[in-house]
């Protein structure tokens, strides 16, 4: 994992947290997406966040520096303790990811946790690649012991320097396996999520994430414009490392379902299932 220094901002009095979904986390259950922060310093080349623009909350410089610097919702707790109701299924979060780098320093996620069980929703079901979550290891089952708690931790691909070429600033794929079975140790409901489906070996990886989380696997292929005409898509940065390493079939969708076919007739051969799209993540809402 590349490690360097990210501007952390801090102070913003955000007027919201939780946000009522819609597009794929709606049609997946979740009825809000709770949002600590805006920028996310993980930085994924494939992000498709940044390609929102303002329909993500974004301004011009979060896009443009997309992954150099965060600014957290400081006031995030306090706002959730007001707009939490028993009724909710909530998704933490489609637009940074909970467990990013600068998340070590700021610590706004034991407040976020507290909140949760001091009233819990339905659901709440965290996304990250951080293992940094494993710090929170015991709130995160207190929670779970006051409601239906589910982690989706993204596995991306089984090969290590692929990991390097496309999440440089994430944990290596040993390092996030040995964090989905620390969190299925602990009892937390855990899946391993395969999005975006990165360059990979599709049987050895669906070998390792079931190994890990022991459940049927999620997941999604990259983005791509010609079946997405509309909306948030792969940014450029992994569209130009695809191009130079030879790897742009991957971003074919005819070869991306075959990897997906791939991917369910090993898990299968393993008693399991592989589920795309919203129906995939309707595991994590239900
Ligand atoms: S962790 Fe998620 S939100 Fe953060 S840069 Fe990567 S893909 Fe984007």
Redesign the pocket.
Known sequence: MQTRRVEIRGGITARTVLSPTSGFIAEAGFTHSLTPARN?T???T????PTMRVQGGLKPEDWQR??QFTTFKSNADELLRRELRNHQRIYCSP???PY?PAEERERMMPRILDALTMAPPRVFALQT?GTLILRDLALLRALARRTVLRVSF?ITTNREEVRRLY?PH?APIAERLAAVRALRGAGIETYATLAPLLPCDPQELARIAIEASGRDLIGDALHVRSVKPRGATTRDAALWVAAVNGHGQWLDPIFQSEVIGRIEAAAGALGHSFTTGPSGFAKLAA
Do not use: A
């Open positions: 996310c993980f930085g994924c494939y992000c498709y966040v997309w992954g637009l940074v990811d990013q690649r993204s999440e994430c």
